[in-house]
């Protein structure tokens, strides 16, 4: 199963892991602006973008693992790791497992807790209806919780981007995200003991996992920033890109190693 990914800059290593169910193609802000003074790897979850498709669920152990192997693949011990949605929670996967190789953790527009039941059978339903239908209705069912009332009004380019990046991805690699998130374990056991400097991001309008989460995740992470992102739904970095890398330099620009 390959992985396909964007290597840019040089400096600091910053892995960014995209949300469910586009593709790399959402840190292309990012990398922009970092890249002058980090190396800004981001690659494409398995069943995601170019990535290739395996016949087990993607569940965030394998995530994690996939992206374990990559910084083999380029000599990397430590790097800062950074997950927006499902991105989060194959970062909290890769915490649990690798932590010695995680110099700085952001978490954005995500949670650390598991699903509950009736959120397993939301995703287990939805698995079923994008193999049966496909990615459209998928994209026609996220887009008003992907995206934030204000960009939904004001930025036809932005829902039209992430429409596109969801019917590009195959159904089977929704279906098979959709059973791994379903799967995941409950990660708020981990937050405490997190030792490394740690930023979480949430969009203020995000509904799909609100600001009181991230609040809650501040507090139990020793020394965590909190920066809310005004006028942003859950792709808080693609609804409002300034303010989310604005909030990224600067702690990547406060770390001392």
Aim: hydrophobic share 45%; charged share 25%.
């Amino acid at each position: 199963m390959e992985l396909a990914w964007d290597d840019t800059g040089q400096g600091l290593p910053v892995v960014l892991l995209h949300a469910f169910p586009v593709n790399r193609r959402m840190w292309a802000a990012e990398r922009e602006a970092l890249a002058p003074r980090y190396r800004v790897i981001t690659p494409d979850f398995r069943g995601h973008g170019e990535s290739g498709l395996a016949e087990e669920d993607s569940t965030m152990e394998r995530l994690a693992e996939d992206v374990c192997g990559l910084l083999d693949e380029l000599k990397l011990e430590r790097v800062v790791l950074g997950g927006l949605s499902m991105g989060g929670y194959a970062a909290f996967a890769f915490l649990g497992r690798h932590a010695d190789r995680v110099a700085a953790l952001v978490l954005a527009d995500t949670r650390a807790g598991a699903d509950s039941e009736d959120g397993r059978k939301a995703r287990h339903d939805s698995a079923a209806l994008a193999e049966k239908e496909g990615a459209g209705v998928i994209a026609e069912r996220l887009l008003p919780k992907l995206l934030g009332a204000t960009t939904q009004a004001n930025k036809p380019e932005v829902v039209a981007a992430v429409r596109a990046m969801i019917l590009s991805t195959p159904p089977a690699g929704i279906a098979r995200a959709l059973r791994g998130m379903a799967a995941r374990s409950d990660s708020t056991p981990l937050l405490g003991a997190i030792r490394v400097p740690t930023l979480i991001l949430v969009g203020e309008e995000d509904t799909l996992t609100p600001p009181a989460e991230s609040e809650a995740m501040a507090k139990a992470i020793p020394g965590a920033a909190l920066v809310k992102i005004p006028a942003a739904g859950h792709l808080a970095n693609l609804e409002q890109p300034a303010a989310f890398t604005r909030a990224l330099e600067d702690f990547l620009g406060s770390l001392r190693f």
